[in-house]
């Protein structure tokens, strides 16, 4: 399955989603992407302003343009999504949009997505393990319900 | 009086309440708070998924929420500051949920500190048509012989309607409203061998109304909003269901969401020149082609251009610098009307779900060069349909053989 990872940078879930047997949707393909197609010139991340159109399917042109770029980057990782784990209070080291209001609108857009997702708080120490099992047990139920979705549409 | 919904942030801080609260009673609109209980903010803020750093915006939720159990409320205007990022988002949430759950009509407006008047005005007034006048508002045939007239800021339209058909019209630009309107009727009852005794009934709109509907002794007066929705339904028989209208004018244009051929979420442009007839007119000067063959220049481009800016000045600006830089004319056309699409898309269309079929009314539908570029950016087929450029006088005729 296409698990979607929040905070969509952060290499940790990312190793843990493809530890799980599924495929990491995460910002640094996207960002990948951009900065190595020769067409566009616009360094450091190569958001143009076709990336700030494309958030305006999400969001108003009122907002400031830095959320709608970071927006931009995210709708199509949000629109691959077929599941999403999302570790909220996490220290910027962990994976970071940088941006409060855009942290909170795009969790809010994965929750309204209906996908299957898992919550789970940043808490540290001994916490941390306690998330990781959390993770990977949400993970494994996936395989478990996707090898069940395969075989009711084979039966 | 008609009770509408403020569902608001910010606006007793930006010191322009007393200016909404000025306009709603000259409107007939008595705005009000949706009584609500601090103990519903967190219900409120979970139904909606969302909960906002800041309590007004949570607040402003809670009485969304609350506002749906007051029968006695017939109308919402949602505002919240200019370039509030979380704001925003709020005001946009709370449109799609409300919309989601009541047919009553919605607007919403940005606060900044010195609001133009005649916009707020305009929704207001537009808004209390939509809720005083619904019942003239749901007639979908014209009977008898009526004359609709459309005095716009760039061009005064009139169609004389017969037992549910067009038998006249006349347009011409607006330089003096009464001279023009006198000359459109002229003309519209020509078309329609019809002496102006035989008239009916005479429904007037548009930017001129209120000198024009007192000049013609009109026996119908109503906005634009609500007449251009109807002409849109009539025009293209569509009185059944959703329906976006894009009405792109001379000097302004509107989105509006309809259902039943009915307006109820509307948006209004009318800030930049850039988005409207009057950017092509001038590109069309400059390209030395009549407007009314813009359109099919356009649809011959085969490279793509952009101009660099969507301002009337500096969008012409760089019309000309393109031009002289040895693109060709039809590329140059071509971009001309992507510039006038994509601003509305940005400014308009965006805000809102677009609900198909998507009708583009007003003049500028006759630029099919506009319409291949909405339907390149939106996906899908845009229907602009017989005498497209009529809809708000059609929209008039109609109503006004209800009256």
Redesign the interface.
Known sequence: MKVLVYPPNSLILTDLVERGGHEAVALMREIGEHVRDAEIDAPPLNVTEEDLKRALRYVSVEEPAGLKGRIGLLVPLLEEAEASVILSDAPPTFGCMGCAVADEFFKFLIRKKGIPTLEVKYEGGDKLEEAVEAIMAFLARLSQEGKATKSEKKG | MTRVAQISCGTEYSGIQWLFNDIAEKVGIDLVYPEMELSQVDAACKGL?????SPSLNMMMARAVSMLEDPTIKGALLLTC??C??G??V??LVRRYLHERTDIPIISY?NVEKPKEIEIYARLEALATLITRKSLLMREKQEGITMGIDSGSSTTKAVVMKDDEIVGAGWQPTTDPRKSVDEVMETALKGAGLKRSDIEAIGVTGHGRELVGEHVKADLNLEEVSVIAKGAALLTKLHKGDATVIDIGGMNNKLILSRDGIANIFNLGGICGGSSGRFLEVASHRLDVDISELGQLALKSKEKHDLQSYCMVFGIQSLVVTLASGVKREDVAAAACRSVANQV???QI??MEVRPPIIFVGGVSLVEGVKKEFEKMLGVDIIVPPNSQYAGAVGIATLVSGV
Do not use: M, R, V
């Open positions: 998924g969302f909960t906002a750093e200019f370039k990022a979380e925003t988002i005001k946009d940005s898309y940005e400014n965006q805000e």
